[in-house]
């Protein structure tokens, strides 16, 4: 019974029997589910370029967790798990560059320019990833009665897009406030925003490795890398401020987890 001040009436047996003290129950009730469509492609070396490519359909659902909406409102309470990306897709290649003695341009260089120039290899991982589902919430104003236990804080949905007029960037992801998208429940409900419904900004990261190695004398060799982590700098945003009546709503202050702005570091290695 969400919005009863007095827990002891949630309790069936309190008042038939006159106990004075709670008892709890626990099971194994709620449930979790993950289906999936995998993709995966390759083509190996075709004039010196080996490509490979992977794309994942992933769906994980389960209950959130919530003992209120679990006893209330099953259904509410279940929905898309706020860890996992719906889309993945990953592409990487190696191609050893042409260039250099035994391929196809400067088969005659000098042992002495084969050395700079010859023999160098690029290899590179695409990840592209769709947004983190996350859940919206808001504070009641002044009048309006909210559950005392549960999902209290979750609005109603409106009848528009909250991302329809947005900016869609880290300023305004979605548009907040109440009475259009989010709309305030009616007393002592939960609201019917499903849990995890909104999805937050992509992710794009290029990483690049540029290898060349030289042999000399048979029984040596050196081994020469330059690896470039997000090459092009791209900015992996956050998720969004998802109190639709907070100042800053649908704005992201910080990046994505496990992202990073350009990295770049070199290696040399040395065999004998």
């Known amino acids: 019974m969400p919005g009863v001040a007095d827990a002891n009436q949630r309790r069936p047996f309190f008042q038939q029997f006159g106990w004075t003290q709670g008892i709890d129950l626990y099971c194994n009730c709620a449930n979790s589910?993950?289906?999936?469509?995998?993709?995966?492609?390759e083509r190996r070396n075709t004039w010196g370029l080996t490509l490979s490519g992977n794309y994942t359909y992933g769906v994980a659902k389960g209950d959130s967790g919530d003992s209120f909406t679990f006893l209330f409102n099953r259904r509410l309470g279940y929905g898309d798990k706020d860890f996992l990306s719906r889309h993945q897709g990953v592409v990487s290649f190696l191609y050893d560059l042409p260039f250099g003695r035994g391929r196809k341009f400067g088969a005659t260089l000098s042992p002495e320019v084969d050395?700079?120039?010859?023999?160098?290899?690029?290899?590179?991982?695409?990840?592209?990833?769709?947004?983190?589902?996350f859940t919206p919430s808001f504070?009641?104003?002044?009048?309006?009665?909210?559950?005392?236990?549960?999902?209290?804080?979750?609005?109603d949905r409106g009848a528009v897009s909250p991302f329809e007029g947005a900016r869609g960037n880290r300023d305004q992801f979605f548009v907040g406030?109440?009475?259009?998208?989010?709309?305030?429940?009616?007393?002592?409900s939960f609201?019917?925003?499903g849990i995890n419904t909104?999805?937050?900004?992509?992710?794009?990261?290029?990483?690049?490795?540029?290898?060349?190695?030289?042999?000399?004398?048979e029984r040596y060799d050196i081994n020469f890398r330059v690896e470039a982590f997000n090459v092009w700098n791209h900015a992996n945003l956050g998720l969004p401020v998802s109190?639709?009546?907070?100042?800053?709503?649908?704005?992201?202050?910080?990046?994505?987890?496990?992202?990073?702005?350009?990295?770049?570091?070199?290696?040399?290695?040395f065999g004998f």
């Open 177 to 188: 406030g109440l009475g259009s998208a989010f709309l305030i429940p009616s007393d002592n």
């Open 198 to 217: 909104l999805h937050g900004p992509k992710f794009y990261q290029q990483d690049l490795t540029l290898a060349k190695s030289v042999k000399f004398r």
């Open 243 to 269: 109190n639709v009546t907070a100042s800053d709503a649908g704005r992201i202050n910080g990046l994505a987890a496990n992202s990073q702005m350009r990295r770049l570091q070199f290696g040399i290695r």
């Open 33 to 41: 589910r993950y289906n999936s469509l995998q993709i995966r492609g």
């Open 139 to 155: 504070d009641a104003p002044l009048g309006v009665v909210r559950p005392n236990a549960g999902p209290g804080n979750r609005p």
């Open 115 to 133: 050395h700079l120039l010859g023999g160098w290899t690029l290899n590179g991982i695409s990840s592209i990833y769709s947004g983190i589902p």
């Open 191 to 193: 609201g019917n925003f």
